[in-house]
Nanobody, 120 residues
Framework: VQLVESGGGSVQPGGSLRLSCAVS????????LGWFRQSPAEKERESVA????????AYANSVKGRFTISRDNAENTLYLEMNSLKPEDTAMYYC??????????????WGQGTQVTVSS
């Protein structure tokens, strides 16, 4: 399974971005998928949002109401819609996959990451 993220960039506070993760091998229909992020100051990747095969979602408290995770099974793609972005959302964002939710970081499959920078 391969995961390839895209859609990162630089935006001003209050702006929006949509991240995409292309998922190979039809894994979008077989794995729990999620978005994680890590800033240089953090030792571990933080779970931002995860989505089960049945569509059930879970979000970090810091992004609830602002971020939306979704999956398009036909297009083999995972998305993260990010609105009302804050400077503290600045991080490298990673797409992750694991057999079940919640995703276990040490055992997950990861993409290469896409940088999100929120700054005025």
């Amino acid at each position: 399974v391969q995961l390839v993220e895209s859609g990162g960039g630089s935006v001003q506070p209050g702006g929006s971005l949509r991240l995409s993760c292309a998922v190979s091998d039809d894994a979008v229909n077989r794995y729990c998928l999620g978005w994680f992020r890590q800033s240089p100051a953090e030792k571990e990747r933080e779970s931002v949002a995860q989505i089960k095969l049945d569509g059930t979602t879970a979000y970090a408290n810091s992004v609830k109401g602002r971020f939306t995770i979704s999956r398009d099974n036909a297009e083999n793609t995972l998305y993260l819609e990010m609105n009302s972005l804050k400077p503290e959302d600045t991080a490298m964002y990673y797409c992750g996959a694991y057999h079940t939710c919640p995703i276990i970081r040490s055992r997950a499959i990861w993409g290469q990451g896409t940088q999100v920078t929120v700054s005025s």
